[in-house]
């Protein structure tokens, strides 16, 4: 019975995942206007215009939301690593690093929540300051793609090493190819316009859409990964669906 009771709190733990999609999606991106940001080119009066006048409390909701995303993406990274762990095996480094990799992206977005809200907070701040504080949040967000390369190469490496049924090779594949596209992220340091700015096709867009669509595959394939194991667990032992069937009515 504990072993099921385990495996539906794993369920729970992997579809946290969906409420961190969820959060950044329609809270940070959508109420947030992050879909448009401000651009890395405004001069200072537009910059202090747009996060305190034109957007201000878009900026203070949406960036709520992503730090509120940021303990949902907590569990579902500490799944991965303890489901690629059982791939890996004994000493499982990379394992290990997937699931820390996913913890850093946490805490990283968590702060730029935190830096962008500041933006807004005191209205009567000088633009340069505004600006300063925008600038370290897009940087510490988007010059982040390290840690997801780091979780994304790691899932590389594992799926096409070793043997298992949770991941297939395509997706060992499209992690690596994935994670080349990362790379564009790291134009923003050298690019304040232009499609490898923080606001551009290869500095935002592209990435996030890697992001977004790597992080759905994974929590799907963890789910159906679940199901096996759950289905496996009641098919050796029967009995336990029949226990957890009586407690469900007795609740």
């Not at 925008?134 to 510490?140: E, I, L, N, Y």
């Not at 994304?152 to 090493?161: E, G, K, W, Y």
């Not at 669509?213 to 759950?230: A, D, H, P, Q, S």
Request: with cysteine; proline share 4%.
């Amino acid at each position: 019975m504990d072993a099921l009771k385990s495996l539906k709190l794993q369920k729970a733990a992997i579809m946290c995942g969906f409420a961190f999609l969820a959060f950044i999606g329609i809270g940070w991106l959508g109420v947030g206007h992050f879909y448009a940001p401000a651009h890395a080119d405004l001069t200072l009066p537009e910059t202090l215009q747009y996060f305190t006048q034109d957007y201000a409390w878009q900026n203070i909701w949406g960036n709520s939301c992503i730090i509120i995303a940021a303990a949902f993406l907590c569990p579902p990274s500490i799944m991965l690593g303890l489901y690629y762990a059982d791939i890996e095996g004994r000493r499982p480094v990379w394992s290990i690093a997937a699931g820390v990799g996913g913890l850093s992206i946490a805490l990283i977005i968590f702060m730029n929540g935190c830096m962008w809200m500041s933006c807004a907070y005191r209205p009567w701040l000088e633009a340069e300051n505004v600006q300063m504080m925008s600038d370290f949040a897009w940087f510490a967000f988007l010059l982040g793609w390290v840690y997801l390369e780091l979780e994304m190469m790691a899932v590389t490496i594992v799926s096409l090493n070793y043997k298992n049924r949770m991941i297939p090779r395509w997706f060992g594949f499209a992690s690596l190819v994935g994670g080349l596209v990362l790379m564009g992220a790291q134009g923003i340091a050298f690019f304040q316009s232009g499609p490898f700015a923080y606001h551009g096709l290869m500095g935002f867009y592209m990435p996030m859409l890697v992001w977004g669509c790597w992080f759905i595959g994974e929590t799907v394939f963890m789910l159906k990964e679940n199901k096996r194991r759950t289905q496996e667990l009641l098919a050796e032992h029967p009995e336990l669906a029949v226990a957890a069937a009586d407690d469900d009515e007795e609740e």
